[in-house]
């Protein structure tokens, strides 16, 4: 047993396509970090159950193209106004007691994670489900050196578009003023006349629907588990804190987390690339606590 | 504070001796094999229940990486139990790395044929990275929230080297050695009441050394610096200094429990390092109540006890119920039962005394 059997050697081609599966990656980890972005952004809420909003996504995407034979592009905003209710009513009932206290969230919201994933599995059963892949995105593109599937390029593509709307409803909206404002300081916030429950609300809300639209994208590449939001909620939440809990920190933490999980992956293997990464950010975090790019926000 | 029995020391050190007696007393009343091995492991589990208890309720650090020092522990025993079956002469590899193609044994397995160097290992690795892992995150100041990302983190990538090292580890399948453990010459049978002595002396004697230490002033200051960090530091107390030793210990003491479990189940694989299992570890202790040690073993043996019995038609629900309990708890029994525990005591007391109304 030697080093060599763990260490891919270096061969261009096959390296600059785990370049670009890299990219595919990063709009995987940035989809999934977005809602939890906005969510831990806006709310210092630490949601441990956003792993389950993506899983729901994926089983409501699951159930309306299964039942109801709704189109894929079309499932998508469907999914986004379903999860985005169900996110509400848990702000409503279950978040908006905790907000000043982030440990009890995490953990009040991984017991709910727990009811999550034990329910759908009690409605489904445990064996996987699959969402279809519609038939214009079924294609494989093969270049030179690029070997990618149809899903993941609309992957790519909706990850830039959903970026560009959130960073737009962010910062060239009143309604992104004033998260923005909730954000910096709640208490001014509200004593300038913005009513910062409501803010919370629709803020949580547009998380859960962000994680709802990523679980019909991943639906359709990978099966459908009742668990398989747990693979997610690490690695998102490790998009937002390196990133520096903003938007424009999430898009560089998903693109650098991304294309390094991708080479570490060819050099090792998956596994060993995730245990050499996640070592790297916690070296990363001790250094330098606040992440990457940091807005003027309040001291959490 | 006005009589509150809870609050009595001399009632509490009672109250530990008599149910640790009582444990004690269970090989008498129930002699299954099975339902012996059954209540070491509830043992075990209660020694990580109280290793969060300590970490979490007196030190205020939120660490969901317990399962780390758990499946280190557990891993370097394996080692250690799977070498002492192994012949030096005609059988010196384990099967499962002959599957995976090893000629030889590889480096780091060879310490283990020494079964007292595998148990230091298995005592001091996981130790020594507590050691280093806590002095890395509070020397920098970091808390709360960012210590349950970066522990929770942590755990996954070593969940992946474990799952991953299939020829060092066995992967997935996990080690199971042959035998039993074996000690000073005689065979521990894991069935029998010998382990779950074994076990039982463990967890009396860590929870009684950590309830020890919490009284003293170290314990003190530990549990000022769970209230108000800044408070500590602005006090003039090195506050990384102490969450590192505190955080060292629950290490320790986690480790010990991995130790035990592997003795008692003859098994270790990745599941012990798992997310799932860390958090469990977790919730007992909210549970039963993390700012007490007992309630953390209450709240470990109760819920185990629980899914072991809850029967097949509650074992679909078993989860959601978990989930209900715990956001339930979270929500409005913070200190867990024996936070409730401590109210009941306190309306008995405090209709004595009518005098303290008012002071």
Same mark, same amino acid.
């Given at each position: ?23 595919? $990656? ?39 193209? !299964? ?10 905003? $469907? ?25 009890? !969230?995490?953990?009040? !919201? ?112 990978? !099966? ?77 | ?47 990580? &229940? ?18 780390? &020092? ?8 394996? &080692? ?38 595998? /148990? ?91 309830? /020890? /230490? ?146």
């Amino acid at each position: 047993m030697s080093v060599h059997d763990f260490w891919t050697p270096f061969a261009l081609l096959p390296f600059l396509n785990s370049l670009f599966i890299g990219i595919s $990656l990063a709009s995987i980890f940035f989809i999934a970090a977005l809602g939890l972005t906005i969510i831990y952004g806006a709310m210092g809420v630490i949601n441990m159950a956003h792993g389950e909003f993506i899983m729901l996504g994926a089983y409501t995407t699951y159930v309306l193209q !299964t039942f109801f034979g709704i189109p894929f592009l079309i499932c998508l905003p $469907l999914v986004f106004i379903a999860i985005a209710l169900i996110g509400l009513a848990i702000e409503r009932g279950l978040i908006r007691t905790l907000y000043q206290r982030p440990l009890d !969230t995490l953990l009040a !919201t991984w017991g709910l994670s727990l009811i999550l994933i034990q329910g759908i599995r009690l409605i489904f059963g445990g064996e996987p489900k699959y969402v279809g892949v519609p038939k214009w995105l079924d294609f494989q593109i093969e270049a030179t050196f690029i070997h990618l599937s149809g899903v993941r390029l609309f992957i790519i593509i909706f990850a830039v578009a959903i970026g560009a709307i959130t960073w737009f409803l962010m910062y060239r909206t009143t309604l992104g003023i004033r998260v923005r404002a909730v954000m910096q300081d709640k208490e001014m916030a509200a004593s300038f006349g913005i009513d910062a429950n409501r803010i919370y609300s629709l803020t949580f809300a547009y998380g859960a629907g962000l994680a709802g639209m990523a679980g019909t994208l991943f639906g359709a590449l990978k !099966t459908l588990f009742p668990d398989m939001g747990s693979g997610y909620i690490v690695e998102a939440f490790l998009v937002v804190v390196v990133g520096g809990v903003g938007l424009v920190g999430s898009m560089f933490s998903s693109g650098i987390l991304g294309e390094l999980s991708s080479i570490f992956s060819y050099f090792t293997n998956d596994t060993f690339a995730r245990f050499i990464l996640f070592t790297l950010i916690v070296v990363f975090l001790r250094f330098r606590p606040q992440g990457l790019i940091t807005e003027g926000t309040t001291r959490r | 504070m006005n009589g509150n029995l809870y609050h009595n020391r001399k009632a509490q050190w009672a109250v530990y001796i008599t149910v640790f007696a009582l444990l004690a007393l269970l090989p008498t009343y129930y002699d299954n094999p099975f339902t012996l091995n059954q209540f070491a492991r509830y043992i075990v589990f209660s020694i990580t &229940a109280v290793s969060v208890s300590l970490v979490w309720g007196y030190g205020g650090i939120l660490s969901l990486g317990q399962g780390i &020092a758990f499946g280190m522990g557990a891993y370097a025993m394996g &080692a250690t139990m799977q070498m002492q079956y192994q012949d030096p002469e005609s059988d010196p590899i384990p099967t499962f790395m002959l599957t995976n193609e090893l000629e030889t044994l590889p480096l780091v397995w060879e310490p283990f044929w020494s079964t007292p160097i595998g /148990l230091a290992l298995a005592i001091g690795l996981p130790t020594f990275f507590f050691l280093v892992f806590g002095w890395m995150m509070f020397q920098a100041r970091v808390a709360g929230v960012f210590v349950a990302i970066m522990t929770l983190a942590m755990l996954a990538a070593w969940y992946s080297v474990v799952y991953d090292m299939q020829p060092f580890t066995a992967g997935f399948n996990g080690i199971s050695p042959p035998m039993p453990f074996e000690i000073f010459g005689t065979q521990i049978d894991p069935y029998s009441a010998t382990s779950y002595w074994i076990c039982l002396a463990f967890l009396t004697v860590l929870t009684l050394g950590t309830k /020890l /230490l919490l009284h003293t002033k170290f314990g003190l200051i530990v549990q000022a610096m769970r209230d108000d960090p800044e408070r500590a530091r602005f006090l003039g107390y090195n506050v990384a200094y102490y969450q590192t030793v505190l955080f060292t210990l629950s290490g320790f003491i986690a480790a010990w429990a991995g130790i035990l479990w592997v003795m008692i189940v003859q098994f270790v694989s990745p599941t012990s390092m798992e997310i799932m299992l860390s958090i469990s570890f977790v919730i007992w202790a909210a549970v039963g109540g993390r700012t007490s040690l007992l309630g953390a073993i209450m709240g470990a043996f109760l819920i185990n006890l629980g899914q072991s019995y809850a029967g097949d038609a509650f074992q679909a629900y078993w989860l959601i119920i978990i989930g209900i309990v715990f956001i339930a708890i979270v929500l409005f029994l913070p200190k867990g039962l024996a936070g409730l525990f401590e109210i009941i005591l306190g309306k008995l007391s405090g209709q004595n005394s009518k005098a303290n109304q008012g002071a």
